[in-house]
């Protein structure tokens, strides 16, 4: 007797509802692999997924709601941690990825084309992104080397890197406003995470915590009027940006528990529907959810039956 797939964990990507409710992606889909980190395209319909298997990882595309799921990325190196370009034709993703980072490269999510690197640096980079104008590559070092996770922006065609947020702290979570005006990240410089906000590219200006005992993972809705993240308490936490010239914020707000879901932790663990009112999260499954008992009778004869051919 024996069960196929071993104990290894398995994870579904999910939409839960502002009230918590959850239903499946897609029901039929089951990810080879233990998907690490995702992105939903700005238009809702593909989904970009980093799948770590058999030591390496790389990214996969997955059409919604029934599509087909097609590997993009190939090779012995890990390419991981794919964000959508604000036209939805390409990904940002981190090639020849290590234990402390890799390297910003742009591909078509489609497949076509070679991919092309966007930026060459000492550094190596824990996450990269492209703000919605197409204007500036956002990146942060790997928090495994000196800098702990420092954010930068570079101009694209450009190779100058602008510090955004950077300090003896580890910062954390990178996320730019729709608009282009804000940059908000979490922040440990207090001893517990924080969310904190910035003005973009001019992140020296000032600064504010927006979060109240805890916070991580920010990701700002598509009308750039919502901050959600993750509270200390594990709850998923709305805050209200009241619009105009200047930067103000109203109290944050619980909306359900995010304790069932996985916190990716260097990149926010979950993205937003078009119309703000769903996230994507992850789920991590029993692995007997994918494991198959076998019984196998009359197995002494069967082996002395091969033996004799």
Known sequence: MYTTGGASRSRRVVWVSREGVES?????????????????????????VDVALSGNNAVWVKQLPMGPFSRLTFGDTSNLRPTWTADGRSLVYL???GTNGGSPMLRRADGTGTAQPLLSSRFNF???????????LVVRRSFFEPGA???????????????LA?????????AVSPDGRWLAYSSDESGVSEIYVRP????????????????????????????FYRGGQNEMMTLAIAP???FSFGQPKALFSAAPYVSIGAVPSFDLSPDDKRFLMLRETAPTERNELILVQNWTEEMKARARK
């Open 24 to 48: 499946p992606v897609d029901s039929t889909w089951q990810s080879q692999g233990l998907v690490a980190a995702f992105s939903l395209s700005p238009d809702g319909k593909s989904l970009a």
């Open 95 to 97: 090639a020849n990825a």
């Open 126 to 136: 824990g996450q990269a992104f492209e703000t919605r104008d197409g204007k500036w």
């Open 149 to 163: 996770g420092d954010i930068y922006a570079v101009r694209l065609g450009d190779s100058t890197l602008v510090p």
């Open 166 to 174: 950077t300090s003896p702290a580890t910062e954390l979570d990178a």
């Open 200 to 227: 973009f590219p001019d992140a020296a200006s000032a600064r504010w915590q927006v979060s109240a005992a805890g916070g991580s993972d920010p990701v700002w809705s598509h009308s750039g009027r919502e901050i």
């Open 244 to 246: 105009g010239a200047s």
